[in-house]
């Protein structure tokens, strides 16, 4: 076995929360083999198997009692090239932004609105990251797993992921599947999506009547950079909540105490309230309690100022839960992943 186990290995840098806690094993995934070895090795050390990718989606609140598998494994390959649309393969281990950058550069367009997300390419699936009008379902091709129990690659397709509003069958089932590498249908002759409000209104500013996808990554780039704190300054893990989704009577209602209520109805009848607006609405924008806090731009952003423990940052998510609940009757859910 190639795999190199550790043992109380800190995780301080590889969760941008940067939370510190230990893994009672650690080891690095950089192919195929090391994962189904790392399956093995958790088995006989009678451990549980936890994959990570970038920790940009991760609260620690204790030390890990787990082996955890950083999944590192690297390569860009074009599967297929029919002219306009372009199959692209990335390795689970690669960081998502630079893999965005280096599909723009190669003249591809599909994956821009979700520049500068943190995190490797294959966590971004099991979430259905979603930024500025795009998800990941919207130029997901397919992606190749493990089968835990057995250590045999299966290809999912788009149904088979069961991809959903930051959720997926990897998400609902964390313990079975550790994927290894994924696929995107990307084009040359772009269709740009620039619903989004800001987004549009940035471009407009910028008078850019025709834009490409670079300009759209750029753009999405500077607005992220302005709402959102870099995580190798400011620990965090982005959106720490949910956007609600809500009867459309509960947001009517809502609607008449809070005219300027942002909502977006979605096309199952449901409404989907901004968490971020419902947060600043209460007060908490700019809350900090010892070193956990909410970041003084954007509301739905918890940070660690420095030293604060994932129990911190938790209690502090759980009063923001609950004051919400007991304001609006809305729950909010936490995005995240807790170990």
């Known amino acids: 076995m190639s795999l190199v186990v550790e043992a109380q290995r ?55 009692e787990a082996l955890v598998l950083r999944m590192a494994s690297r390569g860009i390959r074009i599967l297929s090239d029919a002219g306009d649309e372009v199959v692209v393969e990335a390795e689970a281990g690669e960081p998502w932004h630079p893999f965005v950058r280096h599909c723009i550069d190669l003249g591809l367009s599909g994956l821009e609105n979700l520049s500068l997300i943190p995190g490797t390419v294959g966590a971004a699936p099991i979430q259905n990251v979603g930024a500025y009008g795009v998800e990941i379902k919207d130029a997901f091709v397919g992606l190749t797993a493990m089968d835990r129990q057995t250590c045999e690659l299966r290809n999912f397709d788009l149904n088979a992921c069961q991809f959903d509003y930051r959720d997926s069958i990897f998400k609902r ?5 550790v994927i290894l590498r994924v696929r995107f249908n990307l084009r040359r002759m772009p269709v740009l999506k620039l619903d989004y409000g800001p987004l549009r209104q940035r471009l ?3 008078g850019i009547e025709r834009p490409t996808a670079a300009d ?16 190798a300054q400011l620990g965090n893990a982005g959106s720490f909540f949910k956007n609600p989704l809500v009867a459309e009577s509960v947001a009517a209602t809502l609607r008449q105490e809070y005219p ?40 739905l ?25 007991n304001r609006f009757g809305v729950e909010l859910e936490i995005e995240p992943n807790v170990l």
């Open 216 to 231: 759209v990554s750029r753009v999405v780039c500077a607005i992220r950079s302005e709402k959102l704190p870099d995580p």
């Open 204 to 206: 407009q500013h910028d």
């Open 260 to 299: 300027d209520l942002v909502a977006f109805p979605q096309p199952d009848g449901q409404v989907k309230l901004a968490a971020g607006w419902l947060i600043e609405k209460a007060g908490w924008k700019g809350y900090r309690d010892g070193n956990a806090g909410v970041h003084q731009h954007q509301a």
């Open 10 to 64: 800190s995780l301080l840098p590889f969760n941008t929360f940067g939370i510190e806690a230990r893994a009672a094993r650690y080891a690095e995934a950089k192919s195929d083999a090391d994962v189904c070895d790392a399956i093995h090795a958790a088995r006989e050390l009678g451990l549980p198997l936890r994959v990570i990718g970038g920790g940009s989606n991760l609260v620690l609140t204790a030390d890990v």
């Open 173 to 177: 089932a964390p313990e079975r599947f």
């Open 301 to 325: 952003v918890l940070v660690n100022y420095g030293g604060a423990s994932g129990g911190a940052i938790l209690a502090l998510a759980g009063r923001i839960q609950a004051d919400i609940a």
